[in-house]
Nanobody
Framework: QVQLVVSGGGLVQAGGSLRLSCAAS????????IGWFRQAPGKERKFTAA?????????YSDSSVKGRFTISRDNAKNTVYLQMNSLKPEDTAVYYC????????????????WGQGTQVTVSS
């Protein structure tokens, strides 16, 4: 069973940056995908980005985050990061990381393990 601990949220002004961390423990992650999701108030949880641990293949949700968000991993620390730059008020949400065995999927129901959420608030 994979355990995930999320950190790094906070309050930032529009145009600023934050880096979220997702520290994983448990079985080796070589066959896992780690994804980041976000959920704004009153809205569904949405896929943001994911990385396939083996090979480091990445995928981003759409143009709203591409070019501004970067997902990466640190093998030695078993940690996945979400670097968020040029933040906008519409990026305000609770951010979650999740793990699944297998390839990248964008449907949150395809993910088996979840970390606790971290609030990201972007003020205008």
């Amino acid at each position: 069973q994979v355990q995930l601990v999320v950190s790094g949220g906070g309050l930032v002004q529009a145009g600023g940056s934050l880096r979220l961390s997702c520290a994983a423990s448990g079985p080796p992650l070589s066959t896992y995908t780690i994804g980041w999701f976000r959920q704004a108030p009153g809205k569904e949880r949405k896929f943001t980005a994911a990385i396939r641990w083996s090979g480091g293949i990445t995928y981003y949700s759409d143009s709203s985050v591409k070019g501004r968000f970067t997902i990466s991993r640190d093998n030695a620390k078993n940690t996945v990061y979400l670097q968020m730059n040029s933040l906008k008020p519409e990026d305000t949400a609770v951010y979650y990381c999740a793990a699944r065995g297998g390839n990248i999927q964008t449907n949150p129901y395809e993910y088996d393990y979840w970390g606790q959420g971290t609030q990201v608030t972007v003020s205008s």
